[in-house]
């Protein structure tokens, strides 16, 4: 059952000129015990989904339709005190920058209570964010309350952040490139920290890393200039990819033995810019008239396997 439900959102900005979307119609859903991967280039809209669950938009930004349902309630709807109380406490956020997203004139022990004792009673703050700490495998749990954010070094930062999300138990963690400005041992890790808190609460990953999300994730969604061009199951979307794009993206990893590299030519469009028919048609190898002229409607090509391509027609 979905802890989370997106259900075709549009969201656009005001811009000097005119009102540019840049979502459209975007639908993905969250389980509890399941990791759903977001993928696509830089701009593609990946970000700005996960921003609009928590409410975290720019002032110039819009939703102009769509739902997003959690625990019964529509959260574009619900007032900014509402969602004071579920930041945090059941919709944790992972930052892009682990550098940057710490307060460096603060402990981290002291930035770990203050989200405790925002939105829990009872148990001590101190002892709840020792054992944050120590779930997140910070050595010396309880002297490292003291150390402030320059004495943490980026793996750890990332891990602090993490133990601020199990501190008031979440129920969704949205992961916005939690792996960024790590080195691979340390990506490894705290990935694998992910998948050992992943069975209490539903993880949404923001990734490029394809390597990554075929390794972890549990489902699948590809972005591209605002919209969801395929969704699938991990294994099926690794066996029998189907969207044009999602190809590209796969046939651009390097593989063994590789003689060259495949690029993808063009650059995705930014909202100023105006497509008629498929946003990717001016980049795509398979493009055909229809696609020029016309959106193409999402096909079911699989169980749970889902495509928006006139290939599939």
């Known amino acids: 059952m979905a802890v ?23 639908s993905f859903e969250l389980e509890r015990g399941k990791m759903h991967a977001l993928v696509g280039e830089s701009g593609c809209g ?27 309630a529509d959260l574009p ?4 005190k509402e969602m004071q109380k579920i930041r945090g406490a059941k ?12 307060n460096p004139l603060y402990t981290v022990g ?3 209570m203050e989200v405790i004792e925002t939105h829990r009673n009872g148990q001590s703050a101190f002892e709840k964010a020792v054992e944050a700490l120590e779930r997140v495998h910070i050595p010396c749990a309880k002297d490292r309350m003291k150390s402030y954010p320059h004495e943490f070094s980026g793996g750890m930062k990332q891990r602090a952040i993490i133990a601020m999300a199990l501190a008031c138990s979440a ?3 949205i992961a916005d490139e939690p792996t960024t400005a790590l080195d691979v041992t340390i990506q490894a890790q705290i990935m694998k920290l992910l998948n050992e808190i992943k069975p209490e609460t539903a993880i949404l990953l923001i990734t490029h890393d394809l390597a990554l999300v075929s390794e972890n994730a549990d489902f699948v969604s590809v972005m591209y200039a605002g919209r969801v061009v395929e969704s699938a199951p991990a294994h099926n979307f690794f066996q ?9 993206l796969l046939s651009s990893l390097p593989a063994a033995g590789a003689a060259k590299l495949e690029t993808i030519c063009g650059q995705p469009p930014s909202i100023h810019q105006e ?13 055909m008239e229809i696609c020029t002229k016309e959106i193409p409607p999402v096909y079911e090509v699989g169980k749970n396997h889902y495509s928006a391509c006139f290939l599939n027609k």
């Open 4 to 26: 989370l439900e997106v259900k075709n959102l549009n969201l656009g900005f005001e811009c000097e000129d005119s009102f540019k979307q840049a979502l459209f119609d975007v």
């Open 46 to 72: 990946k970000t700005i989904s996960a921003m609009s669950i928590l409410k975290l938009l720019p002032k110039t930004a819009k939703i102009t339709s769509g739902e997003i349902l959690f625990e019964g």
């Open 77 to 80: 709807e619900l007032s900014e």
């Open 91 to 102: 919709i944790a956020l992972i930052p892009q920058d682990p550098m940057t997203a710490l």
């Open 110 to 112: 002291n930035q770990i």
């Open 171 to 173: 129920q969704i963690l």
């Open 240 to 248: 029998n990819p189907n969207h044009p794009y999602s190809l590209a």
């Open 275 to 287: 497509i008629s028919g498929c946003r990717f048609h001016p980049r795509c190898k398979k493009c």
